[in-house]
């Protein structure tokens, strides 16, 4: 039972442009939402979070904009940079247990 | 602040034996949690434990246990081992485990042949 949803395997940007990651979920009950970022043969690293409580958090160049109605999370990246070609997982939690989505492969382009 | 540790970091076994992985949270954390990453289900969490205690667990078989020790180190024991076991297996770490961040050590890859 996925509860968490990353519908895009892969996303491609150009360098300098806006990267848009998108997330749904379908358990209500979730009340803290995160983004990590991977790199093959590491574990997840904290990218940003956002309370149920919110609908918009920024840091730096990353914004994670929650939409509780819709049970949709996305997160923005302005602007990409090479350095951002990772996995990013769309994360969220309830009850001490984080469930996590599929992952997003961004590759940033030269 | 010194990082979430596991040991070891690679690991090879052959099917029916068991194995124990090792996590040290970040110094003053209290929560550990457990993950297996694989490539077909990504990531799916297994326990958390807090002040020795298991808070809750993921949905996998009696073969996956853990523990957590007083000074909040935990161990992942795997016995039986198939070849379905191989992963990445992932540890976090948070104060508390509420409405906060988790941190993640770089994970325990284990090969079952």
């Known amino acids: 039972d996925q509860q968490v949803k990353q519908n895009s395997p892969s996303l491609s940007v150009q360098e300098g442009r806006i990267s848009i990651l998108n997330c749904d979920y379908t358990n209500s009950m979730f009340d803290y939402f995160l983004w990590y970022k991977k790199y093959p043969a590491e574990g997840p690293t904290f990218l940003i979070s956002?309370?149920?409580?919110?609908d918009k958090n920024e840091d730096g160049r990353f914004t994670v904009f929650l939409n509780k109605s819709a049970k949709h999370l996305s997160l923005h990246i302005v602007p990409s940079q090479p350095g951002d070609s990772a996995v990013y997982f769309c994360a969220a939690k309830n009850d001490y247990k984080l469930s996590f989505g599929a992952g997003t492969t961004v590759t940033v382009r030269a | 602040k010194a990082g979430v540790t596991q040991t070891p970091r690679y690991l090879i076994k052959t099917r029916g034996q068991q194995v124990t992985l090792s996590c040290s949270p970040i110094?003053?954390?209290?929560?550990v949690s457990w993950y297996q990453q694989t490539p077909g289900q990504g990531l799916q969490f297994l326990f958390e434990?807090?002040?020795?205690?298991?808070?809750n667990k993921g949905n996998f078989p009696g073969r996956f246990s853990g523990r957590q020790f007083s000074n909040s180190r935990s161990e992942m024991n795997v016995s039986t081992l198939e070849l379905g076991d191989s992963a990445l297996y992932l540890c976090?770490?948070?104060?508390?485990?509420?409405?906060?961040?988790?941190?993640f050590g770089p994970g325990t890859r284990l090969l079952v042949l």
């Open positions: 434990y807090f002040s020795e205690t298991q808070r």
């Open positions: 110094s003053g954390h209290r929560s």
């Open positions: 956002i309370s149920s409580i919110k």
């Open positions: 976090a770490s948070s104060r508390a485990g509420g409405l906060e961040t988790q941190y």
